[in-house]
């Protein structure tokens, strides 16, 4: 069994999840930095508050916090929109590899195949 385990954790695929995992950790650290620091404070400046957090609505001996639920959508988008941001860079950058890099194996096949039926 311990063996099996061995096996296991030392395959590629588990390696490649663990190393995306921390990685994702990281970038969440660096996008919460970003909002808490950089866009919430703009936010603060537009609307003159700093947070939302205070704004509440009673129901007799209920207390409705929306605010805090405000808070929690504008991270989330604003976190879905750098998320967004990084994924189309990213998706360009590859795009221009592929492109720079040729033809790929199937088509210079698929040209020599062609050449001699010619």
Do not use: H, W
């Amino acid at each position: 069994m311990l063996k099996e385990f061995k096996e296991f954790i030392n395959k590629g695929d588990i390696v490649t999840i663990a190393v995306g995992l921390i990685m994702a950790l990281a970038l969440f650290a660096v996008i919460e930095s970003l909002v808490a620091d950089i866009i919430t404070p703009i936010i603060a400046a537009i609307f003159g508050e700093p947070d939302f957090s205070a704004l509440t609505l009673d129901i007799g001996d209920g207390v409705i916090t929306y605010g805090a639920f405000l808070n929690t959508v504008f991270a989330f988008i604003i976190i879905a929109f750098v998320l967004f941001l990084i994924v189309k860079g990213y998706n360009a950058l590859t795009r221009k590899q592929e492109e720079e890099a040729g033809p790929s194996e199937v088509d210079l096949l698929t040209e020599i195949r062609d050449e001699l039926k010619k």
